[in-house]
C-alpha cells in the first residue's frame, strides 16, 4: 500500500490550506500515518502524525494551529493547516511511521 499527497499550492500568511494523503488500499495497513515536510536547506521532520485508533501527536511547531484525520471509508489522512505562516513553506509528504518509501511531496508556499 503506498500514500501519496496531494492539496498543496501558495496562500498568504495568515491562510489556510488542507492536504490530502490517499493510499492505495486499506489505511489500516498502517500503524501510524505522519505528514512530513522538508523546508528549503533543511532536513525533512514529522510535525503530525495519527494512529490506527485515531490518537494524533503534533511537532511544537505546528501544535495548535494544524490538526491531523483520518477518513477511513476513503481511506484518506487530512492536513488541515491554519494561520499559515512564511515559515512553514516546504514540500510536504506523508508516510507511515516509522517511514517506508517516500511518494511524491507537495509544496505549500506561503508568501509574507
Known amino acids: 500500500v503506498q500514500l501519496q499527497a496531494s492539496g498543496g499550492g501558495m496562500v498568504q500568511a495568515g491562510g489556510s490550506l488542507r492536504l490530502s494523503c490517499a493510499a492505495s488500499?486499506?489505511?489500516?495497513?498502517?500503524?501510524?500515518i505522519g505528514w512530513y515536510r522538508q523546508a528549503p536547506g533543511k532536513q525533512r521532520e514529522l510535525i503530525a502524525g495519527?494512529?490506527?485508533?485515531?490518537?494524533?501527536n503534533y511537532a511544537d511547531s505546528v501544535k495548535g494551529r494544524f490538526t491531523i484525520s483520518r477518513d477511513n471509508a476513503k481511506n484518506t489522512v487530512y492536513l488541515q493547516m491554519n494561520s499559515l505562516k512564511p515559515d512553514d513553506t516546504a514540500v510536504y509528504y506523508c508516510?507511515?511511521?516509522?517511514?517506508?518509501?517516500w511518494g511524491q511531496g507537495t509544496q505549500v508556499t506561503v508568501s509574507s
Open positions: 488500499g486499506s489505511i489500516f495497513s498502517f500503524n501510524v
Open positions: 495519527i494512529s490506527r485508533g485515531g490518537s494524533t
Open positions: 508516510n507511515a511511521v516509522p517511514t517506508l518509501h
